[in-house]
């Protein structure tokens, strides 16, 4: 009788007991940011379906769900995938495949590291990018000649860090019929004593890479898929790919259909007539991979090469004012066309006169639209009387720029000029966020190195002192906002991703500190130790 009842009470406890619920996977034991609206922290969630189930504690998950999955996270920090808002997907898988030139101090470094290359690749043409000449004992322009000794038959295209001016050796010149009396309008060919060096800048460029041997498909999908692997590796989830052409939107088309690229890609089509022709007529193209709803325009060329479009002189070039790379006509014909669809216009605008610009054309194109999310490139130098416009039209901002320019910056624009200048901090005042990213490879891919800039605005050396105009200086939240929740607003998917929370991709990173509590100067060594998307590992 005793065993009867006995059994008899441990079958009503198994039938109130609850069945658990299954689920792909549950994330337990973590220093979780979830970047929701209160900033909360969390220590585990659930996830099924790709997505975010429900986020709590570790124990009400697992008495509540049961996976075949369990990732305990010891403690570890994890936070949303990182979004970089302003990058050239391509363009970095380009670089990887080729010569670095990123951090030489001297053009015969840039030399010496071509001719290693080419000793061991023997290809016909060489392509590479990086140099800065502001980085060197002798800031001026390089020129060609001795590229033309050591390489009088094979094309050499040498690209400035910020991709807006190249030297080519004359081999490259001639693909181009480029010659001391040729001229275009947005560009600039450099000379010295009446004689061409070699270096172009902005839109003279095309006239050589208009005519510059097309890489292969299989190249190019090389490429992609190596830009792939560096941004799973730095925690990267999300790009959004600035002026991105026609060809290489097909191309990444396919390797979705494959299976190859699973990276998120958020695509600002280059706003040439074309693109603009086909997508208006088309409409967006919205996958949980690939979003296509933007264009992208260039409204001058960039500081480093006084490219950049200014309202006033430069301060160490006192007949230069920049190159307008676009005509405004025809930025102004855009902005009407793109205003009367779903598109959104990003526009790269680096000088004061370019902003002003910018933010001119989208006023009277918008005409009082506060929700569009047209967003300028850069807003790298802003007038003082031109922050206010910034009520409407988001920043999306790269905070690396400020400590790679801020060594020269000020000799450029002088001291007036530099107060408005990488003011990272007015422009989210005056629009209440921003979208931020690294612009690379034009800088480099790490978004730690983002996060550091943003915050400590100094360079790995802990110059200067006291931080670059530390009065625009954003705050570790702001930052890891910006990377996160904010960037993903400015691409209109902040109901889909950028935060911890539940029905959002389960895209999340683990670190091997804690960025928001850690010394600011460790921050730029942090690992990723793992990278998830939509709750799958991918690094």
């Given at each position: 009788?005793?065993?009867?009842?006995?059994?008899?009470?441990?079958?009503?406890?198994?039938?109130?007991?609850?069945?658990?619920?299954?689920?792909?996977?549950?994330?337990?034991?973590?220093?979780?940011?979830?970047?929701?609206?209160?900033?909360?922290?969390?220590?585990?969630?659930?996830?099924?379906?790709?997505?975010?189930?429900?986020?709590?504690?570790?124990?009400?998950?697992?008495?509540?769900?049961?996976?075949?999955?369990?990732?305990?996270?010891?403690?570890?920090?994890?936070?949303?995938?990182?979004?970089?808002?302003?990058?050239?997907?391509?363009?970095?898988?380009?670089?990887?495949?080729?010569?670095?030139?990123?951090?030489?101090?001297?053009?015969?470094?840039?030399?010496?590291?071509?001719?290693?290359?080419?000793?061991?690749?023997?290809?016909?043409v060489i392509y590479a990018r990086g140099w800065d000449q502001n980085d060197w004992e002798e800031k001026e322009f390089p020129n060609n000649a001795l590229l033309n000794q050591l390489f009088p038959d094979t094309p050499i295209a040498l690209g400035r860090v910020d991709g807006h001016a190249t030297l080519f050796n004359q081999a490259a010149l001639n693909l181009g019929n480029v010659t001391e009396t040729s001229e275009i309008?947005?560009?600039?060919?450099?000379?010295?004593?009446?004689?061409?060096?070699?270096?172009?800048?902005?839109?003279?460029?095309?006239?050589?890479?208009?005519?510059?041997?097309?890489?292969?498909?299989?190249?190019?999908?090389?490429?992609?898929?190596?830009?792939?692997?560096?941004?799973?590796?730095?925690?990267?989830?999300?790009?959004?790919?600035?002026?991105?052409?026609?060809?290489?939107?097909?191309?990444?088309?396919?390797?979705?259909?494959?299976?190859?690229?699973?990276?998120?890609?958020?695509?600002?089509?280059?706003?040439?007539?074309?693109?603009?022709?086909?997508?208006?007529?088309?409409?967006?193209?919205?996958?949980?991979?690939?979003?296509?709803?933007?264009?992208?325009?260039?409204?001058?060329?960039?500081?480093?090469?006084?490219?950049?479009?200014?309202?006033?002189?430069?301060?160490?070039?006192?007949?230069?004012?920049?190159?307008?790379?676009?005509?405004?006509?025809?930025?102004?014909?855009?902005?009407?066309?793109?205003?009367?669809?779903?598109?959104?216009?990003?526009?790269?605008?680096?000088?004061?006169?370019?902003?002003?610009?910018?933010?001119?054309?989208?006023?009277?194109?918008?005409?009082?639209?506060?929700?569009?999310?047209?967003?300028?490139?850069?807003?790298?130098?802003?007038?003082?009387?031109?922050?206010?416009?910034?009520?409407?039209?988001?920043?999306?901002?790269?905070?690396?720029?400020?400590?790679?320019?801020?060594?020269?910056?000020?000799?450029?624009?002088?001291?007036?000029?530099?107060?408005?200048?990488?003011?990272?901090?007015?422009?989210?005042?005056?629009?209440?966020?921003?979208?931020?990213?690294?612009?690379?490879?034009?800088?480099?891919?790490?978004?730690?190195?983002?996060?550091?800039?943003?915050?400590?605005?100094?360079?790995?050396?802990?110059?200067?002192?006291?931080?670059?105009?530390?009065?625009?200086?954003?705050?570790?939240?702001?930052?890891?906002?910006?990377?996160?929740?904010?960037?993903?607003?400015?691409?209109?998917?902040?109901?889909?991703?950028?935060?911890?929370?539940?029905?959002?991709?389960?895209?999340?990173?683990?670190?091997?500190?804690?960025?928001?509590?850690?010394?600011?100067?460790?921050?730029?060594?942090?690992?990723?130790?793992?990278?998830?998307?939509?709750?799958?590992?991918?690094?």
């Amino acid at each position: 009788m005793k065993k009867l009842l006995t059994l008899a009470i441990f079958a009503t406890v198994l039938s109130c007991q609850k069945e658990k619920t299954p689920v792909d996977a549950i994330v337990i034991n973590g220093n979780i940011y979830t970047v929701n609206g209160n900033f909360d922290k969390a220590e585990a969630f659930a996830i099924k379906d790709g997505k975010f189930l429900e986020i709590a504690s570790s124990k009400i998950l697992q008495e509540k769900y049961v996976a075949d999955t369990i990732i305990d996270a010891q403690g570890k920090t994890i936070v949303p995938g990182f979004i970089d808002a302003h990058a050239h997907f391509e363009g970095l898988g380009n670089n990887l495949l080729s010569v670095d030139l990123m951090g030489t101090d001297s053009f015969d470094e840039v030399l010496k590291r071509v001719l290693d290359f080419q000793n061991e690749h023997q290809l016909g043409v060489i392509y590479a990018r990086g140099w800065d000449q502001n980085d060197w004992e002798e800031k001026e322009f390089p020129n060609n000649a001795l590229l033309n000794q050591l390489f009088p038959d094979t094309p050499i295209a040498l690209g400035r860090v910020d991709g807006h001016a190249t030297l080519f050796n004359q081999a490259a010149l001639n693909l181009g019929n480029v010659t001391e009396t040729s001229e275009i309008d947005g560009g600039d060919f450099i000379k010295k004593d009446g004689k061409l060096t070699g270096v172009l800048v902005d839109r003279a460029q095309n006239l050589v890479f208009n005519n510059w041997p097309v890489a292969s498909r299989s190249q190019r999908v090389k490429a992609l898929l190596a830009a792939q692997e560096d941004c799973f590796k730095f925690g990267l989830t999300t790009i959004d790919d600035a002026g991105v052409s026609a060809d290489a939107i097909e191309i990444m088309e396919s390797l979705y259909e494959t299976g190859d690229l699973k990276i998120r890609l958020y695509v600002m089509a280059s706003g040439t007539e074309d693109q603009l022709d086909y997508y208006l007529k088309n409409g967006i193209v919205k996958t949980d991979r690939l979003h296509i709803r933007s264009f992208k325009i260039s409204s001058d060329g960039a500081l480093g090469s006084r490219g950049a479009l200014l309202r006033e002189p430069y301060s160490d070039a006192h007949t230069v004012y920049g190159l307008p790379v676009t005509s405004l006509d025809y930025l102004e014909k855009a902005a009407t066309r793109i205003a009367n669809s779903e598109f959104q216009l990003n526009t790269h605008a680096i000088g004061d006169s370019a902003n002003h610009a910018v933010l001119n054309i989208y006023k009277k194109a918008l005409n009082g639209k506060n929700d569009r999310r047209w967003r300028i490139e850069h807003a790298q130098i802003v007038s003082p009387e031109d922050f206010e416009k910034f009520d409407d039209i988001m920043p999306s901002i790269q905070p690396t720029h400020a400590t790679s320019d801020m060594y020269w910056a000020e000799d450029r624009i002088g001291a007036e000029r530099i107060k408005g200048a990488y003011a990272y901090k007015k422009l989210l005042d005056t629009y209440g966020k921003v979208a931020l990213g690294t612009d690379f490879p034009v800088e480099k891919v790490s978004p730690f190195l983002t996060f550091y800039a943003a915050v400590a605005r100094q360079d790995l050396k802990e110059f200067p002192k006291d931080g670059f105009q530390m009065e625009d200086a954003l705050s570790r939240e702001e930052t890891l906002r910006g990377m996160t929740i904010w960037a993903a607003y400015s691409n209109f998917e902040e109901n889909e991703k950028g935060s911890i929370e539940a029905g959002k991709f389960a895209d999340f990173i683990m670190l091997d500190r804690d960025i928001m509590n850690v010394d600011i100067q460790q921050v730029p060594e942090t690992k990723v130790e793992q990278t998830y998307l939509g709750g799958v590992q991918v690094y």
